[in-house]
């Protein structure tokens, strides 16, 4: 009976540990607004505001011209061109293997 006991808590500890991760990655998918680095394309997401729960100001590049985007929930509105000149690059967000990596090497 206590062997029983103690593979429902490991199972449980486990279950609680998968869950936390999931909603940490639920977490960080709702903070950077659904914003993936793409690998090369033609379509390159600059920078990303958000404005409330749901709604957000995206600066994107397309074909080498900028544009500011309004994104809410039920719609996507083009706001303005920007000219390219004016746009300051952003470098790239870390990717969540290198952040991961970075966080277990500090402590060592």
Known sequence: MDATGN???VLLAL??????VLVCAFA???MLGGAVQGGGG???VLAVRPLGTRERLV????AGEVTLL???QNQITALREVPAGAVERMPAPPRFADALN???HRNT
């Open 102 to 104: 970075r966080l277990m």
């Open 59 to 62: 600066l994107v590049e397309v």
């Open 70 to 72: 309004g994104v809410t």
């Open 28 to 30: 960080a998918r709702r």
């Open 7 to 9: 593979v429902l808590q």
């Open 15 to 20: 279950a609680a540990v998968i869950g936390l």
């Open 42 to 44: 033609q379509i390159n």
